[in-house]
């Protein structure tokens, strides 16, 4: 068990770029989730995948936000033509089946600051 | 919808003593978990301690326990004979406990600042 890797663990980038982040859960897991935390707040829902398919997304996930998990395993989640109000941190969990009552594990997180 | 408050922003608390950090949340449902998750400055989120609604005893795990009020939506955390280690911020979330719901709901989060 290696934990959830996520890279990289910070990203500038300039305001209308593209940008995607990697996310690698344990290797049991077949749940990823994405999640967004601004300063100072909690995080907020993105979106889950149970193995490849992508279950539910966030009305936060506008359409310049998308995210694949193309073989079950690792994901992605890329930002076309960020804005300033998508600076935050970029968390990534995963889970395996029944282990809802027990929480996710969660990655370090991808820092977005975009200037 | 669901929602998580924790009125506390910030909190601190001489080391080896007690400190109580509170959660209230609003629901429909009659089924759920409720979690106290660490953040500490490293970023990486830790389960601190879980709590199924349908059990009437509150969880403890170690010096972490909680108080569960399910009438009054109230899940508090107690944390016992503080340690520097357990310098944080703290997360408050939930999730239904129904087919299909698999997000976490958090609350904004309490600054724990453990005074040595």
């Known amino acids: 068990d290696t934990g959830v890797s996520q890279d990289p663990r910070h990203k500038i980038t300039k305001r209308g770029q593209n940008v995607t982040f990697r996310c690698d859960p344990i290797?049991?897991?077949?749940?990823l989730y994405w999640y967004r935390q601004t300063l100072g707040q909690g995080p907020e829902f993105l979106t889950y995948?149970?193995?490849?398919?992508?279950?539910?997304k966030s009305r936060l996930l506008s359409d310049r936000f998308s995210a694949e998990r193309p073989k079950g395993s690792f994901s992605t989640l890329e930002i076309q033509r960020t804005e300033q109000g998508d600076s935050a941190m970029y968390l990534c969990?995963?889970?395996?089946?029944?282990?809802?009552?027990?929480?996710?594990?969660f990655g370090s997180g991808t820092r977005l600051t975009v200037v | 919808a669901q929602t998580v408050t924790q009125s506390q922003p910030e909190m601190s608390v001489q080391e080896a003593e007690t400190v109580t950090l509170s959660c209230t949340y609003d629901?429909?449902?009659?089924?759920?978990?409720l979690f106290w998750y660490k953040q500490p400055p490293s970023r990486q989120m830790i389960l601190v301690i879980r709590?199924?609604?349908?059990?009437?005893q509150n969880a403890t795990e170690n010096r972490f326990s909680v108080n569960f009020q399910k009438a009054a939506k109230s899940f508090s955390l107690k944390i016992s004979d503080s340690q520097l280690g357990d310098a944080a911020m703290y997360f408050c979330?939930?999730?239904?406990?129904?087919?299909?719901?698999?997000?976490?709901?958090f609350g904004q989060g309490t600054r724990l600042t453990i005074n040595p």
């Open positions: 629901t429909s449902e009659s089924d759920y978990y």
């Open positions: 709590q199924e609604a349908y059990k009437q």
């Open positions: 969990a995963s889970s395996r089946p029944g282990q809802g009552s027990s929480g996710y594990t």
């Open positions: 995948f149970q193995n490849e398919a992508q279950l539910e």
């Open positions: 290797s049991e897991h077949n749940r």
């Open positions: 979330a939930y999730r239904a406990l129904i087919q299909g719901a698999q997000k976490l709901v």
